[in-house]
């Protein structure tokens, strides 16, 4: 092949080395270091000038250097005059990100923490209840008024605030049928709009002075109002008024409901711009996480699937794969599980995490949807960082009475303990692709096994190079 130079960066050289292989070049000459304040520093080896030029760099490993390695070449050969530069990604960086907050170790959250509202002082928070003016005895908060941003109220806590409410805001019918209709709220007593009414200009006199309303025998609070109740001054004769440097919270009204979602910003506009300006011209990755992840650029991008892979894997590899059942470990990636069931001929099945626990939302239950029984099980995913979706998803598998527990992965990242945790769980045999170093993994675990990326990978390199058609890769099974 010529005007062609395929570099590596320092994140996966073995993976270089084998596409270089297959395509028949040598790496390019490439000088990569860093200063002694840790900065990145490059040196390209090979004259890029007018040539196709091919930048392979997975986002593994520490995953901000190898990006701003990225970012460094590429503007290294766009100032070089390069005719062309393609920025070959394995495993995308920053294509993912939580629906929900994690901690340290990759587990979800089981509730809030209490220090959620940063920047804010004092009972101010971003929904605290305005202040009600004194001295307007028409005007009283409203103190079962629930917390906009809660979405979880518990059979208890709603069986309390039908108290709180019952109990501030009943409606009570005067023994004499001249007199006005009075409501009571808080610890005093209005009249209503339809009393308000009178031709007497005495009666209206007396209707609207709040000295002249009593107070009627409501029962008295509960015990859990005393926080709503302490910052309650009384004035006006009786009407009840809060005072100005005070605001009533929700976590005032309800202490044990804090429904403040940690809302996370997402990098995917951020990264595409970055690799844009830094030069990019075209974009080759395998299994985005997202496929909608594609719109965030203005170059072409092209998406390789993984599945061609783990098709010819498990009919040469699984024994007796036609009784098998192909299983998603969650909703998300049903479609890609689907896939690889039509391409088979096989059954499908699908875990389903359920939110049933009102009391406790964050840790959902997990269930099958199909039969397992007896039967040999293939979970698909695409990514597996702490490993905690898939081990559970086996788990349940186990439960439904599966024989034998397969996990095909795409990217095996593998957090901190994740291997331990694949050890230690039901899983039979995990299989993974060399989309990130696996070496240090397989040593670790007996049970991982790993298919090779680098011919697509080649192959898709190739057509580019050539000006042919990418998407007949999938199509033509016999060229991997």
Not at 77 to 91: D, E, L, W
Not at 374 to 394: E, M, N, P, R, W
Not at 434 to 443: K, M
Request: glycine letters at 6%; aromatic letters at 6%; one cysteine or more.
């Amino acid at each position: 092949m010529r005007n062609i130079v395929v570099f590596s960066g320092s994140s996966h050289p073995t993976l270089v080395d084998q596409i270089c292989a297959r395509l028949g070049v040598s790496p390019g000459q490439v000088k990569l270091s860093k200063f002694a304040n840790k900065e990145t520093n490059v040196e390209i080896g090979d004259s890029v000038r007018n040539k196709d030029v091919f930048i392979i760099q997975s986002g593994c490993g520490a995953v901000n250097d190898n990006l701003m390695e990225l970012l460094i070449m590429l503007a290294a050969c766009k100032t070089a005059s390069a005719r062309r530069i393609t920025a070959v990604i394995p495993c995308f960086p920053y294509a993912r990100q939580p629906d929900a907050p994690y901690k340290k170790n990759g587990m979800p959250l089981s509730r809030v923490p209490p220090n959620v509202f940063f920047g804010y002082t004092g009972s101010s928070t971003p929904f605290s209840l305005p202040a009600t003016p004194a001295g307007s005895p028409l005007q009283t908060p409203s103190f079962d008024r629930k917390n906009p941003f809660d979405k979880m109220f518990d059979n208890h806590n709603e069986a309390k605030s039908d108290v709180e409410s019952a109990a501030t805001s009943p409606t009570l019918s005067p023994s004499s049928t001249h007199g006005p209709t009075l409501t009571a709220v808080g610890s005093g007593v209005v009249p209503t709009l339809s009393t308000m009414r009178s031709t007497d200009p005495s009666k209206a006199a007396r209707i609207l002075d709040p000295r002249v309303i009593t107070r009627p025998n409501v029962p008295p609070p509960p015990s859990n109002l005393h926080l709503h109740l302490s910052n309650l001054n009384l004035v006006n004769g009786g009407a009840p008024g809060v005072s100005a440097q005070t605001c009533v919270t929700s976590d005032q009204v309800n202490p044990n409901k804090a429904g403040y979602k940690h809302w996370v910003a997402r990098s995917g506009t951020l990264i595409a711009n970055l690799l844009v300006t830094a030069g990019a011209d075209h974009i080759i990755t395998m299994d985005l996480h997202d496929p909608q992840f594609q719109g965030f650029f203005d170059i072409p991008v092209d998406n390789l699937y993984g599945q061609p892979l783990m098709v010819k894997y498990i009919r040469e590899r699984i024994p007796n794969w036609e009784d098998a059942i192909i299983v998603s470990p969650d909703a998300g990636g049903a479609k890609r599980a689907t896939v690889i069931a039509d391409k088979l001929g096989m059954e499908f099945a699908l875990i389903h995490k359920e939110r049933r626990q009102i009391q406790a939302p964050h840790k959902p239950d997990m269930m099958l949807v199909g039969e397992v029984k007896g039967k040999t099980c293939i979970l698909v995913d695409d990514i597996a960082d702490t490993s905690f979706t898939i081990t559970k998803a086996a788990k349940v598998l186990q439960l439904n009475g599966a024989q034998k527990i397969y996990a095909i992965i795409t990217h095996a990242i593998m957090s901190g303990d994740a291997i331990n945790r694949i050890q230690a769980s039901c899983i039979d045999q995990v299989i993974v692709s060399n989309s990130i170093p696996q070496e240090d993994h397989l040593i670790a675990c007996p049970k991982m096994k790993v298919f090779n990326v680098a011919p697509i990978f080649a192959e898709a390199i190739r057509r580019i190079h050539n000006g042919e058609s990418v998407s007949m890769l999938f199509d033509v099974m016999d060229l991997i």
